[in-house]
């Protein structure tokens, strides 16, 4: 059975103090790996996807990272607008299209 | 931009009401999903459907069902609802079953 499990569960950050989430991951063959982002009382926004190991995408102050067992998300100099909860998801190559969703990470910025 | 809109933001029910949770995209995705997330366990997938008048089960279909008529459109159904119900409900739709874009969800409440 897929499994995702998410570090730390919540964050505070100094605004401009950079970090890594964390998302680890165990699939039966890796069809995608997946972040978004959700703000309090709305659906997921999506973010990336990831395939492969040694994969990276940016935006804006967020990179995401992918090795065979994890993926991280790099948050540079943050904001207090990047507050949200941050969600990985991933895809396996097997059984039906389902993601499968880690409980995600709770990020705040202070101002 | 993908648009995927849910019928209601909030809605309150009592318990043995039937429900109706309507979901509608605009940009043609063949595949649509239904999740409902709970403090602590995520995003868990109900049904989804990858074309009309297909369906498929999720994780947790027990107490739903589902309807698909036109591919826009995507409903879920609480036959009789039950308090373990109240959840935040999430539609998503897709295109190549990659990535998934989110509604803004329905707070469902049944008392």
């Known amino acids: 059975e897929d499994q995702v499990t998410q570090s730390p569960e919540a964050l505070r950050l100094q605004e401009g103090e950079s970090s890594s989430l964390n998302c680890s991951y165990t699939?039966?063959?890796?069809?995608?790996l997946f972040w978004y982002r959700q703000d309090p009382g709305k659906g997921p926004e999506f973010l990336f996807t990831l395939y492969s190991a040694g994969e990276e995408k940016e935006k804006e102050r967020l990179k995401a990272t992918l090795t065979k067992k994890e993926s991280f998300l790099h948050i540079t100099a943050p904001k207090p607008e990047d507050s949200a909860t941050y969600l990985c998801a991933v895809r396996s190559n097997f059984g039906n299209e389902k993601l499968t969703f880690g409980t995600g990470t709770r990020l705040t910025i202070i101002p | 931009d993908v648009k995927v809109t849910q019928s209601s933001r909030y809605l309150v029910k009592r318990t043995g009401e039937k429900v109706f949770l309507e979901c509608v995209q605009d940009?043609?995705?063949?595949?649509m999903f239904w999740y409902r997330q709970d403090p602590g366990l995520g995003l868990r997938l109900i049904y989804f459907?990858?074309?009309?008048?297909?369906?498929e089960k999720g994780d947790i279909p027990e107490g739903y069902s589902v309807s698909r008529e036109k591919k826009e459109r995507f409903s879920l159904i609480l036959e009789s609802a039950s308090t373990n119900q109240t959840s935040m409900y999430l539609c998503?739709?897709?295109?190549?079953?990659?990535?998934?874009?989110f509604g803004p969800g329905t707070r469902l409440t049944v008392l």
């Open positions: 459907s990858y074309d009309v008048k297909m369906k």
């Open positions: 998503a739709s897709s295109f190549n079953l990659d990535t998934q874009y």
């Open positions: 699939v039966s063959g890796l069809r995608g």
């Open positions: 940009m043609d995705h063949e595949n």
